[in-house]
Nanobody, 127 residues
Framework: QVKLVESGGGLVQAGGSLRLSCAAS????????MGWFRQGPGKEREFVAA????????FYRDSVKGRFTIFRDKTKNTGYLQMNSLKPEDTAVYYC????????????????????WGQGTQVTVSS
């Protein structure tokens, strides 16, 4: 069993930065892909970014390309989402997720491919 715990959310002004962390515990020795999703108020959950086990390949939704960076530190069993140049439309609860069946996201933007989820962390960007 893998447990994911997010941290690093908060309130920031537009143009600011935040780094989210996703700490994995439990049976983390098997390779697994990791992703970040978000759900804004009154919106559907949407894909943000994903990364392979090795970190060699990353995937992003168009609206965050060039502003967000996903990376992971396998020695710490932790994934990260560095968010720069934040915009009010980035306001959402951010969730990290793991696809324990694959070292590479089979369908990065498909939330049904991920079988383990964190509890979420709130990110609020003020204008």
């Amino acid at each position: 069993q893998v447990k994911l715990v997010e941290s690093g959310g908060g309130l920031v002004q537009a143009g600011g930065s935040l780094r989210l962390s996703c700490a994995a515990s439990g049976r983390t020795f098997s390779p697994y892909a990791m992703g970040w999703f978000r759900q804004g108020p009154g919106k559907e959950r949407e894909f943000v970014a994903a990364i392979t086990w090795s970190g060699g390949s990353t995937f992003y939704r168009d609206s965050v390309k060039g502003r967000f960076t996903i990376f992971r530190d396998k020695t710490k069993n932790t994934g990260y989402l560095q968010m720069n140049s934040l915009k009010p439309e980035d306001t959402a609860v951010y969730y990290c997720a793991a696809d324990r069946s694959s070292w590479r996201p089979k369908a990065p933007a498909d939330h049904t491919e991920y079988d383990c989820w964190g509890q979420g962390t709130q990110v609020t960007v003020s204008s």
